[in-house]
């Protein structure tokens, strides 16, 4: 269960995306090199420099015309499909504030992560920002190295309205009544209990938010049905291999995986409560 | 701002127009979520949805360069429904005098005010005045019904600006306007508050002065100015633009705002005669005339004590008169070879400047520019741009790399009129780590020194003590507290003043201790205060907030004399009770005026008997006339705001009048100064924009991968009607032309933009950002630290498109409305 929350009011974001830059500066992530494709939007998607971004969403609707700002970054589930998938013990983590993790210092590059999650977020790459090839995954961090230090997330820090902020369980408690009472809908993911919680002006849609945010079935098979089920070593292999050929198909070079990540801002975490596996 | 940032958290209503303040002021939006989360409106009048527009309420698009026509509907719907605030336009405005009957307004005048000169595009204003008994006080009718007095006059004027008009010029629905007006006119009501957040889409036009005006009137007749939530509030464009304009950025002023002497004002005392104003009104404090102990402070600072005060003034640098030395000026004389030298201090011209096509001509007639700046930009090395040839090029270029603010300790002056100290974040590269004034003033007055010249006076006299001199003479290193300190200002001698004794050599505690004698100094006499005995005031950081309205006066400094509201005694009745109770700016408490920094102590007009109070003083204290102007007749173009359309429109006629433009705009004549109006081959309305992305013309933010990844190529926003009928598709290149030039963009064809119904004609508009130049493109070699630039930018600079055509008053460039073609890049 997190205990603390990233809240995202939509009803007072400007996509502005001060967010956007804190989130790379502090996470020290290189820009990509972009171009307009026809809208404010950029980069064009998560990636390994690229942990959250604004979404731009215009449409006509009640004769008049709106542009809705979404965020996608990851969710902070509680149950979170991408641990969920993972097959190395200590690869994806729940931190004492909830933020979930990819310990990159163990992360084979096996992708489940990034089909396990509800919310289209892990990015794979086979090479670091420095090009180096690591074959890790990538994703928001919640800023777990800014929190340990008693500060709040870049993203959280850097909202000059007030649309993102950081909120413990009892604060968050205060912010959605009165986002309710103002005709917001909260949105936390439902049964997933995510650590990032939406205040919506319109459907999750408009917002590029799933309606019903679930874990892919192949991943819940594995984690309920086969994965307890494995726990020699050599079974986790197979039925990893299993799990494999289900959910992503064959992969076309299967790299050794690299050194581990070391050193900066994203580098390995220390763990403080209930690390490892969950 | 005359209210400040925090302030806006007290409207009721908020209107956005002529800024898009989410996308450009994005932290002012914490205080207009305030207001909202208050309770209040958000109202956006663009002429296309942006960022700001999806926070709002209420909508409207109007084409671009029609503001005057929906404001003016505004007057006349508040008039005609008479919700403006009748005892504050009696008090506080001039809505009461009665006007000379030779005044006409355009209604009767074919388009023009009476005085019009149309073979010297200029207006004889003389009738442009207020009745006289036969002391010289103005004749006023206090029950504003005279058919003469100001408000009936204001009626007459605007009762053309109905609905049916104003939709057709401005091409916005009835419904639409009648809803913004609406909403904007309950603040009429004594305790609800509306503020304006604007910028320079209302500033660049050739009616820019005049588009604000119509916003002051409007603020002035439903009482919102001096009021908590309310003023009338210019978002400034950086973060210093109020503090280089106090402190004389323009040519037309010295610091706090003193007139710049002119040829024929050949001494001080003709110079003072000249320019302090006079009144005949028994009850005006008329502020201004201290004028002679603001001037005599400023020469002092020049100076010093080095002659007497004649011979200072005699020194100060002089216009000819009638002169105009405005940007559009300067850069047509460049042009025309009238220079031969430039220093670009901290500035782009090559983009930012309007028909930039013309400026980059234009700084090919010089023999040298000195460009200051952070980053090479479109300006130093404007002869390897696009069309150059370097090779016939004889200009030559000095880059001086110079600190970013952010690298010196000194002061800033927001929008609110705050002056904010602050210290060095970092310290800046070795070459930058030079104060390039001191290293220039040292050399010019050392060759003065050594070689004479034509007249040594001024700087060989000008006072240097801003720090310990070297053996050389020369200042080692610039200290800012004796910058701001001579700015304060100093006593020259002792004196004392109200029974206390100033020594020579103390701080002067504010303005009011100035002396027109030459016994005191003063840089700025508007920052007076900021640095005195007490220490540095713009330093303070107290997060306090006695009044609970935000004010939060011990937090940095704030001119005049720390008051952060100004025309605040225009906030209460006669009483001194304010209209607003449950957010006082100032109240009288039956001795003293307790809140903010009222605009004098005087009581207020009236006893608690209802007796008028002899100490009084009106309201509207920098006005002679002691109350704010309904009727402007200091304006270029007339007292009051008529429609006129932009220099290149789509119309052939204006719909308001038979003059289609400005008929005082100064209009170029030169080969590059072209324009076209309701030409075939650019038939779409343009405006320009910025992004939250860059700043400016991006030369502080292209060479920033993470701003330079989220918004990389210039762009031109079109409707998806527009796009149908050119083909364009989303995301397809184009090029976006003018008369003037043209320049390539990413066409974002969007719902943002719909095309306008200007009198049952399809009329089109398009906007682009001027954020971008060709100096970071890939066809430039783009180099940062001689390595290949990770992220290019694509397209130049939109001012390529734009005219060469200014307002009458300020000579700010119309750059929000021009007319353009769009066709795909083949």
């Known amino acids: 269960m997190a205990e603390k929350y990233i809240v995202i009011d939509t009803s007072i974001c400007t996509a502005c995306r001060g967010c956007q830059t804190a989130c790379k500066q502090w996470n020290n992530l290189a820009a990509e090199v972009t171009e307009n494709r026809g809208s404010y939007e950029n980069p064009p998607d998560l990636s390994r420099s690229t942990y959250t971004k604004i979404l731009f969403n215009e449409m006509e609707k009640d004769g008049g015309i709106k542009w809705y700002f979404g965020q996608k970054r990851c969710m902070h589930c509680a149950d979170a499909g991408c641990a969920k998938a993972c097959p190395v013990p200590g690869a994806i983590v729940r931190d004492s504030n909830g933020a979930v993790l990819i310990n990159q210092a163990v992360c084979t590059g096996c992708k489940y992560c990034v089909f396990g999650c509800p919310f289209d977020i892990p990015r794979y790459d086979s090479a670091n920002a420095e090009g180096a090839g690591v074959d890790k995954a990538y994703k928001c961090t919640m800023c777990f190295d800014r929190q340990s230090m008693g500060m709040e997330p870049a993203c959280t820090k850097t909202c000059p309205t007030g649309a993102l902020s950081f909120a413990s369980k009892s604060k968050l408690a205060a912010i959605t009544a009165s986002a309710k009472e103002k005709g917001l809908t909260v949105y936390d993911g439902g049964p997933l209990g995510t650590g990032v919680v939406f205040l919506l002006e319109d459907s999750p849609s408009a917002y590029g938010l799933p309606a019903k945010p679930a874990i892919p079935t192949p991943t819940y098979l594995w984690r309920t049905v086969m994965k307890p089920v494995g726990v020699a070593a050599f079974a986790v292999g197979i039925l990893a291999a299993i799990y494999h050929l289900v959910a992503i198909g064959v992969k076309e070079v299967d790299e050794e995986p690299g050194p581990p990540q070391g050193g900066g801002p994203s580098g390995p975490p220390s763990f403080g409560g209930e690390g490892g596996d969950y | ?826």
């Open chain 2, 1 to 826: 701002m005359t209210n400040h940032w925090i302030d806006i958290r007290n409207s009721d209503v908020v209107l956005i127009s002529g800024s898009n303040a989410a996308e450009n002021h994005p932290i002012s939006f914490k205080w207009v979520a305030k207001a909202m989360e208050n309770g209040a409106k958000l109202i956006s009048v663009d002429p296309r949805f942006t960022r700001t527009s999806s926070k709002a309420d209420i909508f409207a698009a109007i084409r671009s360069g029609t503001d005057i026509a929906w404001l003016g509907g505004m007057i006349k719907y508040i008039l005609d429904n008479e919700l403006y605030h009748k005892d504050y336009v009696k008090l506080y405005t001039n809505a009461p005098f009665i006007l000379n009957s030779s005044f006409k307004t355009p209604g009767d005048l074919d388009g023009v005010f009476s005085g019009y000169d149309p073979k010297n595009r200029k207006y004889d204003k003389s009738s442009w005045a207020y009745t006289k008994d036969a002391n010289g006080v103005i004749k006023k009718d206090p029950s504003m019904k005279d058919p003469m007095c100001v408000l009936q006059q204001l009626k007459k004027h605007f009762s053309r600006y109905t609905l049916d008009k104003v939709s057709a010029i401005c091409g916005t629905s009835k419904d639409s306007l009648l809803e913004v007006y609406k909403a904007y006119a309950t603040t009429g009501k004594p305790d609800r508050t509306g503020t304006i957040m604007y910028a320079m889409g209302w500033t660049q036009h050739t009616v820019g002065t005049q588009n604000i005006r119509t916003m002051a009137i409007i603020q002035l007749l439903l009482g919102n100015i001096g009021m908590s939530g309310g003023g009338v509030n210019a978002l400034r464009g950086e973060s210093n633009v109020q503090g280089s304009t106090d402190h004389c950025l323009l040519f037309h002023i010295l610091p706090g705002y003193l007139a710049t002497p002119s040829a024929s004002l050949s001494s001080l005392d003709k110079y003072l005669e000249a320019k302090t104003p006079k009144t005949k009104e028994p009850y005006s404090a008329n502020w201004w005339q201290n004028y002679p102990k603001y001037m005599a402070s400023l020469l002092r600072a020049h100076f010093g004590m080095s002659a007497d005060l004649n011979t200072q003034y005699n020194w100060m640098p002089k216009l000819d008169d009638g002169q105009n030395a405005s940007w559009l000026m300067l850069f047509d004389q460049m042009y025309n070879g009238k220079f031969t030298g430039f220093f670009a201090w901290g500035q782009n011209p090559a983009c930012s400047g309007s028909n930039a096509g013309k400026v980059r001509e234009a700084l090919k007639k010089l023999d040298w520019m000195v460009n200051v700046n952070l980053f090479d930009n479109e300006t130093g090395s404007f002869w390897r741009g696009p069309g150059m040839n370097p090779a016939e090029i004889k200009t030559e270029v000095f880059l001086l790399p110079c600190a970013m603010s952010f690298e010196k300790e000194g002061s800033i002056t927001n929008s609110g009129r705050w002056a904010q100290w602050r210290y060095a974040a970092a310290k800046p590269p070795a070459p930058a780590d030079v104060d390039i004034i001191n290293e220039l003033q040292f050399k010019v007055r050392k060759l003065y020194e050594e070689q004479g010249g034509v007249y040594p006076d001024p700087i060989l006299n000008l006072a240097w003590d801003y720090g310990p001199k070297g053996p050389d003479g020369k200042v080692r290193h610039m200290n800012t507290h004796l910058v701001a300190k001579e700015i304060n200002g100093y006593f020259l001698e002792d004196k004392e003043i109200k029974g206390t004794l100033y020594k020579k050599g103390d701080l002067v505690p504010s303005f009011a201790f100035l002396q027109a004698d030459g016994s005191t100094s003063s840089g700025n006499w508007l920052y007076s205060q900021s640095y005195n005995a007490g220490g540095n005031n713009m330093a303070r950081r107290g997060k306090s907030d006695p009044t609970g309205t935000g004010l939060y006066n011990g937090w940095s400094w704030c001119w005049p004399v720390n008051r952060r509201i100004i025309y605040n005694r225009a906030s209460v009745d006669e009483y001194g009770k304010p209209w607003a109770p449950h957010k006082p700016v100032i109240y009288w408490n039956g001795k003293k005026w307790v809140g903010d920094v009222p605009d004098g102590g005087w009581p207020p007009l009236r006893k608690p008997d209802g007796t008028w109070n002899e100490s009084t003083k009106l309201a509207y204290i920098m006005k002679p006339v002691g109350v704010a102007h309904i009727f402007g007749p200091g304006r270029a173009e007339g007292p009051f705001p008529e429609h006129y359309e932009p220099l290149e429109c789509p119309l052939e006629k204006n719909l308001m009048n038979p003059q289609r433009i400005n008929p005082v705009a100064k209009i170029f004549t030169g080969k590059m100064d072209v324009f076209l109006n309701c030409d075939d081959r650019y038939p779409i309305v343009a405006t320009t924009y910025r992004v939250t992305e860059h700043w400016q013309t991006g030369i502080l933010s292209r060479w920033l991968p993470w701003q330079a990844e989220m918004m990389p190529a210039n762009f031109v926003e079109i409707s998806e009607e527009l796009a149908k009928e050119k083909g364009i598709r989303n995301g397809n290149k184009v090029v976006v032309s003018s008369a003037r030039g043209k320049v390539d963009a990413v066409a974002i064809v969007t719902k943002r933009f719909k095309p306008f119904d200007v009198a049952g004609t399809t009329v089109h508009q398009v906007g682009l950002p001027w954020a971008f130049g060709w100096a970071t493109t890939k066809e430039y070699d783009v180099k940062a630290n001689g390595k290949a630039y990770t992220n290019p930018t694509y397209g130049d600079s939109s001012n390529l498109l734009t005219p060469t055509v200014g307002d009458a008053n300020t000579m700010i460039p119309e750059t929000k409305a021009f007319m353009v073609n769009v066709q795909k890049k083949s």
